[in-house]
């Protein structure tokens, strides 16, 4: 029990375009998830946390306007990176918490984005 | 601002060697402290303490929290190669003025076990 699955799992594009990241718990729902974001042999840096039917809360430092995320269903959250640059290029993870807790969150496998 | 800083960066045993990680953190309004496994791809959840003192053990891998002196400890006994990863922590806490609470991370511990 407890999957949770993003797609795609890695994506080239071009400079300025967009990219929608989906993350999706398998088998339960998940009042909570989290967008994480980490560059090549650097720790998670959390991006933001979404409820279910409400606003995305944001780190500081993260663009809101740059990195879309909804959080439309209890399975589904979605992340756009808006006109993506190279330096978006990451490894985006997603985690879902059935119950809003850090304790019980399920990691995604990660979407890798590159931007030529 | 909040910081979370790991030691040793890096660390390479030996099969059945005995390692601790070390975490040790400044945050407003801590409200927990959480330890991860990371192999290729995302981290996997080891523990989650909120109380000084009080030792959470799963099978070989054990951690303790002091608030007193803002640390925690990673033990692994009996270390073998699949103990090979790197060992997230991280920390909850808010800012005065903020609603919700905030995730942060150390840069990670890479042990690597070798035969």
């Known amino acids: 029990g407890a999957v949770v699955s993003q797609h795609p799992s890695r994506v080239i594009c071009k400079s300025g375009t967009s990219v929608k990241i989906e993350c999706r718990s398998l088998?339960?729902?998940?009042?909570?998830m989290f967008w994480y974001r980490q560059f090549p042999k650097q720790s998670l840096m959390l991006m933001a946390t979404?409820?279910?039917?409400?606003?995305?809360?944001?780190e500081q430092g993260v663009e809101k306007d740059k990195f879309l995320i909804n959080h439309a269903s209890l399975t589904l959250s979605t992340l756009t990176v808006t006109s993506a640059h190279p330096e978006d290029s990451s490894f985006y993870i997603c985690?879902?918490?059935?119950?809003?807790?850090?304790?019980?969150?399920?990691f995604g496998p990660g979407t890798r984005l590159l931007v030529l | 601002e909040d910081k979370v800083v790991q030691s040793p960066l890096s660390l390479v045993v030996h099969e059945g060697d005995t390692v601790t990680l070390n975490c040790s953190y400044e945050?407003?309004?801590?409200?927990?402290l959480l330890w991860y496994k990371q192999e290729k791809k995302a981290p996997t959840f080891l523990f989650m303490l909120?109380?000084?003192?009080i030792e959470k053990k799963s099978g070989r891998l054990s951690s303790i929290l002091d608030k007193k002196e803002l640390f925690s400890i990673l033990n692994i006994t009996a270390t073998q190669t699949g103990d090979s990863a790197v060992y997230l922590c991280?920390?909850?806490?808010?800012?005065?003025?903020?609603?919700?609470?905030?995730?942060?991370f150390g840069k990670g511990t890479k042990l690597s076990v070798i035969p």
């Open positions: 985690s879902a918490s059935p119950s809003g807790s850090r304790e019980t969150q399920y």
């Open positions: 088998d339960f729902q998940a009042t909570t």
């Open positions: 979404s409820n279910e039917g409400s606003k995305a809360t944001y």
């Open positions: 945050v407003t309004n801590f409200r927990s």
């Open positions: 909120t109380s000084s003192g």
């Open positions: 991280a920390v909850e806490g808010r800012d005065s003025g903020a609603g919700s609470y905030q995730l942060t």
